[in-house]
């Protein structure tokens, strides 16, 4: 007959059924059985049950399963030894009694082991602190004062305390029938401890049996039930702290004090259990409540990652493969910022609703400013990795659907990292997880990255190369290239697009894709930029004096950058070298357009008091639109080199004519880049763009070179270089 089972191991079988009877027929069979002969019935079939179990459930652990089978047997002889003795509860058998709580103990602890979660023991140990507080006041004035075996007698209810504890320590951790089970017979096996201190013989002899049985009967029970689908797997973890279980404990000892009350008509000890009981609970109640708001983001109301983390160690402990996902909102702290916090935490709680609603069951957490995480437990077929990506997916489109928050819309967009388990660490699958969030940083603002082999070379590689930028702009390593913007028409420089490169001692010459956004992820942005502006505005002095009329030169800087340092920086820099402000354009990519272009509108609005001019660069990859460019002071627009290279009549001229359509609306004028052929070059004058810059004029130079296309006059082009 196979085991009907769910899902906390309850279960209708033959052998379990079997057992219950056969446990109702000792207890019935006493009436006309010798004590000895039903106990021995119920304990050796009790141990015989325990021993199968390693064999009959595989997963179970064969050394606890053992132990638990010999304290049964060493628990039952001495128990029909003591019970068909006419003699004080004091008895030679004792040197049965010993060694099976020791084996209780043991068969526990290995029980233990399989839970591995550390932070049980704490909890049973405040719980066997307080139960040692009431047995202390039970015990007062009753226990015998001399002798080896009294002793002995008192330290069987501490033996069964220590059972008790590692028995809620397993409750704690695995919530299955099976660990209740044991809970309870150490319940049974406390009591029995009690029973000779507190009565003596001949009552100890009646209440021994019946209690030894019910311990015996719930350890069977607990041998017999078949493991869950993993095992005596933990189950979903408890997040919040136990606050009953602290309540319980701090009450014990005025409970004790009450009965002791009651006992001598002391109504002093009353009151004083009464205010002990009052001061405890206000205890408890505090510590609780500081723990749950430890435990707990208190703007958005979801568990913090520390404690996430406790959860994915509870499934590595169980068998499971969960997958870590960290969510990055970009440019957030920018948000924030402008629109206060007032509106910037409505924003957080409303994305944290969204991330729930995109992650299903999964447990969805908040860690800094910044920063999500989701704990998926995912199926473990071939189509994981599929499953892990759709969700990776589905988390980045909640974190960017439109918020309105006080009738202003704000959009953020994300960075996805994640990984899939391949150990029990949980600090190893942080680590991937960890490395796939910097490589989805590193590709751009909404990609998502799933851990692979590599990633963390590349996380020690970008490290390396954090602490080499940290010392490259203050050790002559960076320099600026130019390449000239030039009117189509005749081939003259109308001006230079500015472009930081490093020189790296290791790596070579290092473009400002491998380190710009480093930069920014790290915070050295700010020093970055102010080294750039400093010395574009000293190059753009050196080059107009070389041209001898008006040159502008374009400096591109990071949203990141915008605050006050910013405009300091910039005044510094053209009041140090003389430099007209009109001829320094600060330029921004459409992708960094943040959905608040109120606080754009106004942070730029602010920059031009400083008399400079704003550029947009690669337009039309972005989500830029008239409707959003209308309400910022832009002065110049960059055309993407997706639209120009390969640039023929057709649909592609058609976008550039909308663009150029746009732009003479807005009033601005517009660079067409990454012009390589003439073909291009004339489409491109055919259609009213009046400057373009890109190969077929010159590659960037050092400012040597750029003064010397300068003095050449109207640059000749270089069909195909």
């Known amino acids: 007959m196979k085991a009907a089972v769910d899902r906390r191991g309850l279960v209708l079988s033959g052998p379990v059924a079997g057992y219950v009877v056969l446990v109702a027929a000792a207890g019935l069979g006493r009436l006309w059985w010798s004590t000895a002969a039903w106990l021995l019935l119920v304990g050796l079939v009790t141990a015989a049950v325990a021993a199968a179990a390693a064999v009959r459930f595989p997963l179970r652990d064969s050394p606890a399963c053992l132990s638990l089978a010999a304290s049964a047997v060493m628990f039952t002889v001495a128990d029909a030894i003591f019970a068909a003795q006419k003699v004080p509860p004091v008895h030679p058998v004792d040197a049965l009694y010993a060694p099976a709580y020791a084996l209780a103990v043991v068969a526990l602890y290995r029980l233990n082991r399989r839970a591995t979660r550390a932070a049980g023991y704490l909890d049973a140990v405040v719980l066997a602190t307080g139960l040692a507080v009431l047995l202390a006041v039970a015990l007062a004035g009753r226990a015998p004062s001399t002798g080896t075996n009294n002793l002995l007698l008192l330290l069987y209810p501490l033996a069964g305390l220590v059972v008790l504890t590692l028995s809620v320590r397993l409750v704690r951790s695995l919530r299955t029938l099976p660990s209740w089970l044991m809970l309870a017979a150490s319940v049974w096996l406390l009591a029995s401890g009690f029973v000779p201190v507190l009565f003596g013989y001949p009552v100890a002899a009646l209440l021994l049996e019946t209690l030894q049985v019910g311990m015996l009967a719930c350890w069977g029970l607990a041998a017999l039930l078949p493991q869950p689908e993993e095992g005596w797997a933990v189950e979903a973890f408890d997040r919040r702290p136990p606050v009953w279980l602290f309540a319980v404990v701090v ?50 109301g979801l568990i913090v990652i520390p404690v996430l983390l406790l959860e994915a160690r509870a499934q590595l402990a169980a068998g499971k493969l969960p997958t870590l996902f960290l969510i990055d909102l970009e440019q ?11 509106k910037g935490d409505p924003l957080l709680r409303q994305i944290g609703r ?7 069951g999964a447990l969805v957490a908040r860690g800094s400013l910044s920063r999500f995480a989701v704990l998926a437990d995912l199926p473990a077929a071939d189509a994981a990795e599929g499953a892990a990506g759709r969700l990776a997916g589905d988390l980045a489109a909640a974190v ?23 150990s029990p660490d949980v600090d190893d699958l942080l680590i991937n997880t960890e490395a796939a969030l910097h490589a989805a940083k590193d590709a751009g603002p909404g990609g998502s990255v799933a851990y692979r082999q590599g990633l963390r070379e590349a996380g020690l590689e970008r490290a390396a190369l954090t ?32 472009l930081v490169r490093w020189q790296h001692p290791r790596l070579g010459r290092l473009g400002p894709d491998r380190f710009v956004h480093l930069a920014e992820s790290v915070g050295l942005i700010g020093d970055l930029g102010s080294w750039v502006l400093s010395h574009a505005v000293a190059g753009t002095a050196v080059l107009n004096t070389a041209a001898g009329r008006p040159l502008f030169v374009d400096i591109n800087v990071s949203v990141a950058q915008f605050g006050p340092r910013l405009a300091q920086d910039l005044r510094r820099a053209l009041a140090a070298h003389a430099v007209d402000p009109p001829l320094i ?6 992708t960094m357009l943040i959905p608040d272009r109120h606080w754009l509108a106004r942070e730029l609005t602010e920059l031009k008091t400083t008399g400079v001019r704003v550029a947009v660069d690669d337009f039309g990859t972005g989500h830029s639109s008239l409707a959003r460019l209308k309400d910022l002071p832009i002065d110049l627009i960059k055309i993407d080199r997706m639209f120009v290279n390969g640039l023929t009549p057709g649909g592609p001229a058609l976008m550039i004519t909308g663009i150029l359509q746009i732009a003479a609306a807005l009033g601005v004028d517009v660079v067409a880049e990454g012009i390589e052929q003439t073909s291009e070059r004339d489409l491109l004058t055919a259609l009213g763009c009046r400057l373009g810059q890109g190969y077929l004029y010159s590659r960037p130079v050092g400012l040597p070179q750029a003064q010397a296309l300068l003095l050449a006059g109207p640059v000749v082009t270089h069909q195909g270089a």
């Open 251 to 300: 009450l014990l000892a005025p409970v004790a004090l009450l009965i002791r009350a009651w006992m001598d008509l002391d109504t002093r000890e009353v009151v004083l259990a009464v205010a002990c009981a009052a001061a405890g609970l206000f205890v408890v109640v505090r510590l609780g409540t500081a723990a749950y708001v430890s435990s707990t983001d208190p703007v958005t």
């Open 332 to 342: 957030f702290h920018l948000v924030n910022e402008s629109v206060g916090r007032r």
């Open 354 to 360: 969204q991330l729930n609603q995109a992650a299903g």
């Open 467 to 498: 602490a080499d930028l940290r010392e490259a702009i203050d050790a002559g390593q960076l320099l600026l290239e130019y390449q000239p913007i030039v009117s189509l028409a005749n081939g003259q420089i109308e001006g230079f697009e500015a």
């Open 400 to 422: 960017a659907r439109p918020v309105t928050v006080d009738g202003q819309r704000l959009q953020l967009s994300c960075s996805v990292g994640y990984a899939t388990a391949a």
């Open 585 to 590: 354009v600060l330029e921004l990519t459409e």
